[in-house]
Each structure stands twice: as structure tokens, then as C-alpha cells.
């Protein structure tokens, strides 16, 4: 028997939306319908198949290892058929679709994306920006998250470790001889930061400061500000790479304090037997200039 023909295409579309968010909620925002619809689709979907599909409780839904299987296959069908309405509309150079945290963007791979395409003609790129999660079904192909992404049966690689320092132009830096000298001077901060100065002093033996100058929820206004001279940053040494070359930033205190490290940023993609060329160039460049083997 052939259980797909038996399957309608309105339960496949739930499932993959519901697969896809692992929340039947955003599946029903998504698709237009109420949770409860969501929900009976899937019932009716795993009766006609006869598995479970999510493990169901009051706080989330996740893939049984029978779901994550189909999901990944949904997933590669529905990448086939978007490639078979692009040769329909002879659209033979499908552009490369990339979300990515915005800070990530302005800070590192903006500066370096002339080499990419200096490299890469043929490719074309379309960026966006946010502090949202990416939608892999029909607007990108690849997301740069800050901070460890959220359980999804999308493949994810940590980038760089990244190393927290305090930064500030070379002026200021002559009055910061040691860790206490920092009570005396401006303090930036970003909000949006898993680490903040709190746990930088913590993590060097010392008591927090209660009063901070600036404060800012994206780290490239707080790298700006630091360059122009409005205090000292706690920032990522892999985000501040261009102006610690350029000698707009300098570490005062390099060497003689602990610097916190952490994981910040991830990639995040769908996991696709066959992705397109552009995907796979992409992705070795970027974690090629991280440094990064790929062991996806």
C-alpha cells in the first residue's frame, strides 16, 4: 500500500511548519490556522502512519527520532520542488539567502565580504539582519546566530571562541595601568551581551561597579562609541578585530588580567542531502576565515 497517496499535502505542510518551529503555536501563526488545527493535523498524520511524531509536553514539543527522519526528508522534497519552479521560471542563478546577528554582520563579515566576492562572481548574495530566528522554508538558507540556538533538527556549528576584553583608544588607555583603574573611567556596555562587566570583574577577583556611562543593546554602537572616545568597552576581540588592527582600540590591560571566553556566535542550517553549490561555497569560506574545520 502507498501510504503517501493516502497522506493529504495540507498535513505535510503542518508537519513541516510544526517540525520546523518545534512549537505548534508558531506553526499555526505561520500557516494561518488555530493551534488546536496544528495539533489535529499532526494526530491525524501520525494515525495514518502509524508512529508518533513529537513528544508532546505542557512546556514544548520535540521530533521523535521517527519525525526528525520524515522531517528530513519533507524538507530535502521541498528543496527539489523549489529548484523545479526556479528552472520553470529559467531562474538558473538562485541567490544565496543569509541571516545572520547583527552585530556579526557590521563588525566581521561586512569588512571581509569583498574577498568573497571578488572570488565569486557568480554568486549572488542577499543579507538580512535581526536578533530573530531565520525561517529556512522560504526566505534563507543560512543563519549567523548570537548565543547557543534554540533546539531544532537544523544542523549547528559554533564559529570562533571569542574572547572578552576591555577596549578603548589609545588616550585613554594611558590612565588604565591596572584592573582598580577602571572604576575611575567611563564604562560601556552592551545588554544584549551573555557576559557583561559584572562577570568580568567577577571572573578577576574584584567587586562590579554600580554605575555604568553607556549603555547599548547592540555591540557595534558600543565598539563605535569606545572608538570615539566615549569610554571602555567590555567587548568581543573577534567583533573588534578591525579596530584593534587599525589601532582605533587598544587592550589596556592585556596580559595581566583573565580574559572570558565563550562561544558566541553559531551557524545554523537546515540539514540538506543536496544543497546548492552557492550553500557549500559560502559556508567553507566563511568557516575557512574562522579558521573552523567542518565536520558536519
Known amino acids: 500500500m502507498n501510504v503517501f497517496r493516502k497522506v493529504p499535502l495540507s498535513y505535510i ?8 518551529t518545534l512549537s505548534f503555536a508558531d506553526a499555526a501563526r505561520e500557516l494561518n490556522l488555530s493551534p ?63 541571516h545572520t546577528a547583527p552585530s556579526f554582520a557590521t563588525q566581521w563579515l561586512l569588512p571581509r565580504l569583498a574577498g568573497f566576492v571578488r572570488d565569486h562572481p557568480n554568486i549572488d548574495l542577499r543579507f538580512s539582519a535581526s536578533t530573530d530566528y531565520a525561517r529556512f522554508d522560504d526566505d534563507f538558507d543560512l543563519d549567523i546566530v548570537y548565543g547557543e540556538p534554540k533546539p531544532s533538527p537544523h544542523e549547528k556549528i559554533p564559529l570562533a571562541l571569542e574572547g572578552l576584553a576591555p577596549l578603548c583608544p589609545p588616550a585613554l588607555a594611558e590612565r588604565i595601568r591596572k584592573p582598580e583603574d577602571l572604576y ?7 545588554e544584549v ?16 561597579p554600580t554605575h555604568y556611562g553607556l549603555r547599548f543593546d547592540r555591540s557595534s554602537m558600543a565598539i563605535a562609541a569606545a572608538v570615539d572616545g566615549l569610554g571602555v568597552v567590555l567587548e568581543s576581540t573577534l567583533l573588534s578585530e578591525r ?54
Open 243 to 296: 579596530e584593534l588592527q587599525r589601532g582605533a582600540l587598544v587592550r589596556p590591560l592585556a596580559g595581566t588580567t583573565r580574559e572570558v571566553e565563550y562561544v558566541g556566535h553559531y551557524l545554523v542550517h537546515p540539514r540538506r542531502a543536496h544543497p546548492h553549490e552557492a550553500f557549500e561555497t559560502f559556508k567553507a569560506w566563511l568557516l575557512n576565515a574562522l579558521g573552523i574545520v567542518d565536520r558536519s
Open 13 to 20: 505542510r503542518v508537519f513541516e511548519a510544526a517540525g520546523r
Open 193 to 208: 551581551q551573555m557576559y557583561q562587566w559584572k562577570g568580568w570583574f567577577e571572573a578577576n577577583g574584584l567587586p562590579p
Open 36 to 98: 488546536s488545527a496544528v495539533s489535529h493535523s499532526v494526530r491525524k498524520l501520525e494515525d495514518l502512519l502509524g508512529h508518533r511524531l513529537f513528544q508532546r509536553s505542557t512546556r514544548e514539543v520535540r521530533l521523535t527520532r521517527e519525525g526528525a527522519m520524515l522531517m528530513e526528508h519533507i524538507q530535502r522534497g521541498m528543496d527539489e520542488m523549489q529548484r523545479g519552479f526556479a528552472l520553470l521560471a529559467n531562474d538558473e542563478r538562485t541567490p544565496l539567502r543569509l
Open 184 to 190: 575611575h573611567v567611563p564604562l560601556i556596555q552592551c
